[in-house]
T-cell receptor, first 112, second 117 residues
């Protein structure tokens, strides 16, 4: 089935550093979404990508829709303590009637 | 607007007990979803609804039932709880299932942490 593979699984970074994470699939996705989940809360949408090659920013966050439509990247610049959380990629799966499938998440921990 | 709310926030059950999780949304969304979140596995869709009176199976529906009697409410039931159902359950709602625009994004509730002993 359509699965999303995220890497890295977790990371520790120093405050102020830039962060990169990615999401890949063996299947083509027509939309890529990036969510963030704060501890003890539900996921919140950060960025949505709708076209191959698209580069979209939301404050210190930048995400790109891979040209092959099989991957996406999320970058966080100048990380701060509140960036802590789990970052999920997601996309509509044709296998499940275009309902979203999620990657396993990248856990981000920041050293202050 | 409260957005998406879930009750209860925490629950402990014994194997074989039953319970119902309630999800409510005040955004007049057509689509509602139930997910479970397990460590290292992300969110997996259990059941969903495309409108009042409708339900459909997701990726991991076994052991769960759902009902959508009112547009604003989506109930998730466990008839005979098993330890494998220990998880964090999230409800979400959206206007459109594909999330093809920012207004169609899925909004998530705060989650229900369920432990089955």
């Amino acid at each position: 089935g359509q699965q999303l593979n995220q890497s890295p699984q977790s990371m520790f970074i120093q405050e102020g550093e830039d962060v990169s994470m990615n999401c890949t699939s063996s299947s083509i996705f027509n939309t890529w979404l990036w969510y963030k989940q704060d501890p003890g809360e539900g996921p919140v949408l950060l960025i949505a990508l709708y076209k191959a090659g698209e580069l979209t920013s939301n404050g210190r966050l930048t995400a790109q829709f891979g040209i092959t439509r099989k991957d996406s990247f999320l970058n966080i610049s100048a990380s701060i303590p509140s960036d802590v959380g789990i970052y999920f990629c997601a996309g509509p799966s044709e296998e499940y009637g275009n309902k979203l499938v999620f990657g396993a998440g990248t856990i981000l921990r920041v050293k202050s | 607007n409260a957005g998406v709310t879930q009750t209860p926030k925490f629950r402990v059950l014994k194997t074989g007990q039953s319970m119902t999780l309630l999800c409510a949304q005040d955004m007049n969304h057509e689509y509602m979803y139930w997910y479970r979140q397990d460590p290292g596995m992300g969110l997996r869709l259990i059941h969903y609804s495309v409108g009042e009176g409708t339900t459909a199976k997701g990726e991991v529906p076994d052991g769960y039932n759902v009902s959508r009697l009112k547009k604003q409410n989506f109930l998730l039931g466990l008839e005979s709880a098993a330890p494998s159902q220990t998880s964090v359950y999230f409800c979400a709602s959206s206007y459109d299932p594909k999330g093809l625009s920012p207004t169609d994004t899925q909004y998530f509730g705060p989650g229900t942490r369920l432990t089955v002993l």
